[in-house]
């Protein structure tokens, strides 16, 4: 397989925090390589410089599309701004690796679906949160049926927001402004997992307010300064995957901390419990059996831990966002069907934009999209 080459658009937490750092450590492994970066930032430039001094860095995006060298933008721009970007890219010839949200509008995202396939380029849409090793086996679990029938779902999308995160470096003002907020930003998330372990969505209720209308901002660049919020932080939701199976999600800027499950999943064979602190075993599932009367909690053993492989179960992880990025230069190279697919990532845009106009209308939303399931890596 060919190296994939990089070039990644904006320079914020995201980009300096977990994308530019694990792209360079993935580079020995050789399915992509960072090629460059664009930002219009001063700050953003004289980080890279600072910290990776060989890396090309260009303050103006269309010089970084005109290198025929880069084959992928990976697009870290404020979500606004995600639509017009990627759409730049296809009409350069690039493919996109985009972050959440694939676009603003179903208008927007119809248009690079289009474009995209009028130009013979591939993109993709995070959240990648599918590919983790042990969301790949949870995912599985379910559509294999060893929950039984799956009647409904409880999953958790909240945390402080980026205002009142401790560590955020850069201004988060554009997170509270619309086409932005904690729907668009962390109701993604689970929804990926849902809807690769369910299927698509039909409709959608919701309820949507602003809890905090002004925050002060507790880190970074603007701390001190105070951020009007002029989209929803705090969002309940109701999912109906059909055949009366259901599931209830939050996505708010308002858990300043928690300690129950990100998701737990039921059906009438078991129950799926995935964890939410990192010393938490990464998921328990509940078995029942009333032919033998068995019934109780169990914990995935990752290896045999006899004395011919003492290696420990409750090793880490080695896993990020930007395994994703492998994943989309694999399925480019085999032309196999991905699971961050553009069409998986318009399908949760229409829940998450169901869900604000539900809480406006007062009523459920139908949701009429839908995507190809494609089979789980193994």
């Known amino acids: 397989m060919n190296t994939l080459r990089l070039g990644v658009l904006g320079v914020g937490d995201i980009a300096r925090n977990l994308y530019i750092p694990k792209i360079r450590a993935a580079e020995a492994r050789g399915a992509i390589e960072l090629a460059a970066v664009s930002s219009r930032s001063a700050d953003a430039q004289d980080w890279m410089r600072k910290h990776f001094p060989d890396v090309p860095v260009h303050a103006d995006y269309q010089?970084?599309?005109?290198?025929?060298?880069?084959?992928?933008?990976?697009?870290?721009?404020?979500?606004?701004?995600?639509?017009?970007?990627?759409?730049?890219?296809i009409r350069a010839g690039k493919h996109v690796y985009s972050e959440k949200p694939i676009a603003s509008t179903l208008e927007e995202a119809d248009e690079i679906i289009t474009a995209a396939a009028q130009a013979g380029v591939t993109v993709a849409s995070a959240p990648v949160i599918g590919l983790h090793p042990e969301l790949r086996r949870a995912i599985k679990w379910t559509r294999e049926g060893v929950l039984g029938k799956v009647a409904m779902a409880r999953a958790r999308a909240s945390h402080p927001g980026p205002a009142w995160d401790p560590e955020f470096a850069t201004d988060p003002a554009w997170f509270y402004q619309p086409g932005a907020g904690p729907v668009l930003d962390l109701a993604v998330y689970p929804l990926h997992v849902l809807c690769l372990m369910l299927g698509p969505v039909r409709r959608v209720t919701a309820f949507a307010g602003t809890s905090f209308p002004q925050r002060e901002v507790r880190s970074g660049v603007a701390e001190g300064q105070v951020v009007d919020v002029t989209?929803?932080?705090?969002?309940?939701?109701?999912?109906?995957?059909?055949?009366?199976?259901?599931?209830?999600?939050?996505?708010?800027?308002?858990?300043?901390?928690?300690?129950?499950?990100?998701?737990?999943?039921?059906?009438?064979?078991?129950?799926?419990?995935?964890?939410?602190?990192?010393?938490?075993?990464?998921?328990?599932?509940?078995?029942?059996?009333?032919?033998?009367?068995?019934?109780?909690?169990?914990?995935?053993?990752?290896?045999?831990?006899?004395?011919?492989?003492?290696?420990?179960?409750?090793?880490?992880?080695?896993?990020?966002?930007v395994d994703g990025l492998e994943h989309v230069a694999d399925r480019i190279a085999t032309g196999a069907p991905s699971l961050v697919?553009?069409?998986?990532?318009r399908h949760i845009l229409e829940i998450c934009l169901a869900a604000l106009s539900s809480a406006e209308l007062g009523r459920a939303v139908e949701v009429s999209s839908t995507f190809p399931r494609s089979e789980m890596p193994s």
């Open 63 to 89: 010089t970084m599309l005109d290198d025929s060298s880069i084959d992928m933008v990976v697009n870290l721009t404020p979500t606004q701004a995600h639509a017009a970007t990627t759409l730049r890219a």
């Open 231 to 321: 989209t929803p932080d705090n969002v309940q939701m109701v999912l109906d995957f059909g055949n009366s199976c259901f599931a209830s999600l939050d996505a708010t800027w308002n858990a300043i901390s928690a300690k129950g499950p990100s998701m737990e999943i039921y059906g009438d064979a078991g129950v799926l419990n995935l964890y939410s602190r990192p010393e938490e075993p990464p998921m328990e599932l509940y078995r029942s059996d009333p032919a033998t009367g068995v019934r109780g909690w169990m914990r995935y053993e990752h290896l045999y831990r006899g004395s011919l492989m003492p290696a420990s179960p409750e090793a880490p992880v080695d896993w990020s966002f």
């Open 341 to 345: 697919s553009a069409e998986l990532g």
